[in-house]
């Protein structure tokens, strides 16, 4: 069974600061791996999708990575700003599934 | 385009009672979603459809009932309200690569339930 994680759960940065969020998952046969943003009483917003022939994808200040082997991939956030602070979840779909399997989130917290 | 719309944004039942979450995306998606996200839980997939008239049951699909009669609407159903399905609900729909689409799940805003 497919184990979607994310650390750490809660993360305060100056504004300014670039920074990394991080997702492992146990089953190394994914079918893409997609990163959302969730703003508090809103619904997800799909950031970045990576195909799992894809190595990264690059969207303005956002950088995700992927490395399949080792079951992992980053969210590189530039010169964060206050705007940015939202819940960011990773979810991953298996090969021959049709179902996301998600992350429970990493909290983002910028200060001004 | 709206996108993906939910309909009611809030709700409280009493337990016992029934009610139907609507969801409904204009973008010709033939892949749509119901998930529920509790906290501590994340994202669970209650049921999930793959094409007009089909559904299939997903991580937790007890106690919800989903229809997917127009491929625009997919409704999920309460047949009897208990407090454990105080949520928020949200429905996602996409049109998978394969298919000529993109992967990406379009999400809509949610729908909030409580259940007395």
């Known amino acids: 069974k497919q184990e979607v994680t994310q650390i750490p759960a809660a993360l305060s940065v100056p504004e300014g600061e670039n920074l990394v969020l991080n997702c492992s998952f146990t089953d190394s046969a994914i079918y893409n791996l997609q990163w959302f943003r969730q703003d508090p009483g809103k619904g997800l917003t799909s950031l970045l999708l990576?195909?799992?022939?894809?190595r990264e994808q690059t969207s303005g200040r956002l950088n995700a990575s992927l490395d399949k082997s080792s079951g992992r991939s980053t969210l590189y956030i530039a010169a964060s700003q206050p705007g940015d602070s939202a819940t960011y979840l990773c979810?991953?779909?298996?090969?021959?599934?049709?179902?996301?399997?998600f992350g429970k989130g990493t909290k983002l917290t910028v200060n001004p | 385009n709206a996108g993906v719309t939910q309909t009611p944004k809030f709700r409280v039942l009493k337990t016992g009672q029934s009610m139907t979450l609507l969801c409904a995306q204009d973008?010709?998606?033939?892949?749509m979603y119901w998930y529920r996200q509790d906290p501590g839980m994340g994202l669970r997939l209650i049921h999930y459809?793959?094409?007009?008239?089909?559904?299939a049951k997903g991580e937790v699909p007890d106690g919800y009932n989903v229809s997917r009669l127009k491929k625009q609407n997919f409704l999920l159903g309460l047949e009897s309200a208990a407090p454990s399905q105080t949520s928020v609900y949200f429905c996602?729909?996409?049109?998978?690569?394969?298919?000529?689409?993109?992967?990406?799940?379009?999400f809509g805003p949610g729908t909030r339930l409580t259940v007395l």
């Open positions: 990576i195909q799992s022939s894809q």
């Open positions: 973008m010709n998606h033939e892949y």
């Open positions: 979810a991953v779909i298996t090969g021959g599934s049709e179902k996301l399997v």
């Open positions: 459809s793959v094409g007009e008239g089909t559904t």
């Open positions: 996602a729909s996409t049109n998978r690569r394969l298919a000529g689409g993109t992967d990406t799940q379009y």
